[in-house]
């Protein structure tokens, strides 16, 4: 099974709302990954877990809080959004390359969640 | 800047041409891969190379590598219009997870 799955696959919030994204990967992956991507841009790293720890936060506003609740299960909550914010969140796994995992090889990408926030 | 940058940003070829699509970069790399990407959909891996390989085959796919120049190519030979998509190479860093996207190259098939 090399499926990495997101939930829900659209997502329209206000912005008092309170969201979380849910995203499933069942490859045994230790490295789990948070894109967000604009239209016609290339996605952009949001965090990075490797082994259940937050390894990587790409300076991302604390509106966006991640989970990493066990190795197969990756949550991203939302509070506070703004307009900007809309976009296509990107969900991907991927084994780490060395025992310990420092360095990554080919990630498998989610279908991505389409937020718009109003 | 991105670490990735890639031309062309679009090309537009016939069924049957090939397309070549061109990365360059920045910095030192542990490997570059190339991903596609359908309309508003999640990237599929299509290949990765290492930073010491040259040159790597997968089906009608061919990348280089010059870790000399920090410029990769892939080559998408004998074109169809289901090859229609944007690509998109990354980079992973030695000692760190993070991979950085270049701009990507949208391609068009005409059939």
């Known amino acids: 099974d090399t499926e990495v799955t997101q939930t829900p696959k659209h997502l329209v919030m206000g912005m008092t709302n309170k969201k979380s994204l849910k995203c499933e990967q069942h490859m045994g992956h230790r490295a789990m990954y948070w894109y967000k991507q604009k239209a016609k841009k290339p996605p952009e790293l949001m965090f990075v877990?490797?082994?259940?720890?937050?390894?990587i936060n790409e300076s991302v506003p604390s509106r966006f809080s991640p989970e990493c609740p066990n190795s197969s299960l990756l949550n991203l909550h939302l509070h506070a959004l703004q307009p900007e914010d809309s976009a296509l969140y990107l969900c991907a796994s991927s084994q780490p390359r060395l025992a310990g995992g420092t360095s990554t090889d080919t990630q498998y990408f989610g279908p991505g969640t389409r937020l718009t926030v109003l | 800047s991105q670490q990735g940058e890639e031309d062309p940003q679009a090309l537009s070829i016939q069924e049957g041409e090939n397309a070549t699509m061109n990365c360059s970069y920045k910095?030192?790399?542990?490997?570059l891969q190339w991903y596609r990407q359908n309309s508003g959909r999640g990237l599929v891996h299509l290949i990765l190379i290492r930073s010491n390989e040259r040159e790597k085959h997968s089906g009608r796919l061919r990348v280089t590598l010059d870790t000399s120049k920090k410029s990769s190519s892939l080559l998408i030979t004998a074109s169809r219009a289901a090859d229609t998509a944007s690509y998109f190479c990354a980079t992973a860093f030695t000692g760190g997870f993070k991979t950085i996207f270049g701009a990507g190259t949208r391609l068009f098939v005409k059939a």
């Open positions: 877990y490797s082994y259940e720890k937050l390894s």
């Open positions: 910095t030192s790399i542990n490997n």
